[in-house]
T-cell receptor, first 113, second 114 residues
Framework: GENVEQHPSTLSVQEGDSAVIKCTYSDSASNYFPWYKQELGKRPQLIIDIRSNVGEKKDQRIAVTLNKTAKHFSLHITETQPEDSAVYFCAAGPSSGTYKYIFGTGTRLKVLA | KAGVTQTPRYLIKTRGQQVTLSCSPISGHRSVSWYQQTPGQGLQFLFEYFSETQRNKGNFPGRFSGRQFSNSRSEMNVSTLELGDSALYLC???WGTGGNTEAFFGQGTRLTVV
């Protein structure tokens, strides 16, 4: 069935270092890959997304890369700050016809000051 | 513009009871999806509604059901509650017809079954 694997489950980095979270999906029909950030006690919020016709997308300190052949996509956060500490979820879904997203199990990122 | 609103925020129910959760999407959004969030399991898709029609359903037992009204507000119902149903239930609304655009989440309803 449809599945998204996400690694690592926890990640601790020093402030200013980079963090990388990796996801692998199983459904070849997936064409849209959003990343959500969920701070403690708050709702998940979209931080960046990528579509299958793009290999990489950047937004300031955040970037996402996609390898559709290998069914891998990754989130890169550079120059991490304490406020980046949160749980990050990757997801995969079709690009049309539905908003059914398959989420990874989440990565708890801790940025140590 | 008001965000996605879920009510109630917290619920405590006893095994065997039933519960109804409500989700009011962002004005103009016609799609509402529901997810169950538990520690270690991430967000698991329950079902999706668009213009009052269920478009997709996840792998949950028939005790979980939902509906969407003409004003796009949605409700989900869980009957014969089990301890394992304790979770944060999140709904998300989107403006388009499907995929490729942001899903905006509500704050969730935390359900505790005792």
């Amino acid at each position: 069935g449809e599945n998204v694997e996400q690694h690592p489950s926890t990640l601790s980095v020093q402030e200013g270092d980079s963090a990388v979270i990796k996801c692998t999906y199983s459904d070849s029909a997936s064409n849209y890959f959003p990343w959500y950030k969920q701070e403690l006690g708050k709702r998940p919020q979209l931080i960046i997304d990528i579509r299958s016709n793009v290999g990489e997308k950047k937004d300031q300190r955040i970037a996402v890369t996609l390898n559709k052949t290998a069914k891998h996509f990754s989130l890169h956060i550079t120059e991490t700050q304490p406020e980046d500490s949160a749980v990050y979820f990757c997801a995969a879904g079709p690009s049309s016809g539905t908003y059914k997203y398959i989420f990874g199990t989440g990565t708890r990122l801790k940025v140590l000051a | 513009k008001a965000g996605v609103t879920q009510t109630p925020r917290y619920l405590i129910k006893t095994r065997g009871q039933q519960v109804t959760l409500s989700c009011s999407p962002i004005s103009g959004h016609r799609s509402v999806s529901w997810y169950q969030q538990t520690p270690g399991q991430g967000l698991q898709f329950l079902f999706e509604y668009f213009s009052e029609t269920q478009r997709n359903k996840g792998n949950f037992p028939g005790r979980f059901s939902g509906r969407q009204f003409s004003n796009s507000r949605s409700e989900m119902n869980v009957s014969t509650l089990e301890l394992g149903d304790s979770a944060l239930y999140l709904c998300a609304s989107s403006w388009g017809t499907g995929g490729n655009t942001e899903a905006f989440f509500g704050q969730g309803t935390r359900l505790t079954v005792v």
